[in-house]
């Protein structure tokens, strides 16, 4: 089965600067979608980002980047110039075909001012 | 432009009571899910649809019921409620469930059984 792991449960940053949050996951497929979904307080699940498996290029979205590697089955997230509306909880998640989505356990980010 | 609503936002439940939390989407997306989300995990999928009249089970689908009518409407149903369901409960819809297409997810509703 697939399983995604988020090892950092929190994380902080200082506003505008960079942080990175990293995910791994665990499959056997070769055709797949990894995304990043954003929590804030307000209990709303925003996709950030998505990267498709067979796209070598890393998936960009302005102040918000993903590094793939495929090989090592592993995507983080990089948030550049960090602003305090960035304040959230961060899923990784994996989907295969018209699969279910796998979250992984969550990364809480926290902006410093 | 509503897209994906849930119905309550909050709500309480005695032990052994039992509630139909609503969705409803109106983008006409062909699957439908149901998530929870315990305190600070990742959502876990409950049951999903493929279409109208076709549901199956996801990851934790003991203690629920689905149903699903029509394109729009995706009910959830907790028969006899348990301390184990408090959580919260996201219903999301996609065109074609692929992750070309991703979904697109209610606000939640906040269940507590006491």
């Known amino acids: 089965a697939q399983t995604v792991t988020q090892s950092q449960p929190e994380m902080s940053v200082q506003e505008a600067e960079t942080v990175t949050l990293s995910c791994t996951y665990d499959?056997?497929?070769?055709?797949?979608?990894l995304f990043w979904y954003k929590q804030p307080p307000s209990r709303q699940m925003i996709l950030v980002i998505r990267?498709?498996?067979?796209?070598?290029q890393n998936a960009t979205e302005n102040r918000f980047s993903v590094n793939f590697q495929k090989a090592a089955k592993s995507f983080s997230l990089k948030i550049s110039d960090s602003q305090l509306g960035d304040a959230a909880m961060y899923f990784c998640?994996?989907?295969?075909?018209?699969?279910?989505?796998?979250f992984g356990q969550g990364t809480r980010l926290t902006i410093n001012p | 432009n509503a897209g994906v609503t849930q119905t309550p936002k909050f709500r309480i439940l005695k032990i052994g009571q039992s509630m139909t939390l609503q969705c409803t989407q109106d983008?006409?997306?062909?699957?439908m899910y149901w998530y929870r989300q315990d305190p600070g995990m990742g959502l876990k999928l409950i049951y999903y649809?493929?279409?109208?009249?076709?549901?199956d089970k996801g990851e934790v689908p003991n203690g629920y019921n689905v149903s699903r009518s029509t394109t729009e409407d995706f009910p959830l149903r907790l028969e006899l409620a348990a301390p184990s369901q408090t959580s919260v409960y996201f219903c999301?819809?996609?065109?074609?469930?692929?992750?070309?297409?991703?979904?697109?997810f209610g606000d939640g509703t906040r269940l507590s059984i006491l």
């Open positions: 998640a994996y989907i295969q075909g018209a699969q279910k989505l796998v």
């Open positions: 649809s493929v279409g109208a009249g076709i549901t």
């Open positions: 983008m006409n997306h062909n699957y």
């Open positions: 990267q498709e498996a067979y796209k070598q």
């Open positions: 499959t056997s497929e070769s055709d797949y979608y």
């Open positions: 999301a819809s996609s065109p074609t469930g692929s992750g070309n297409q991703p979904q697109h």
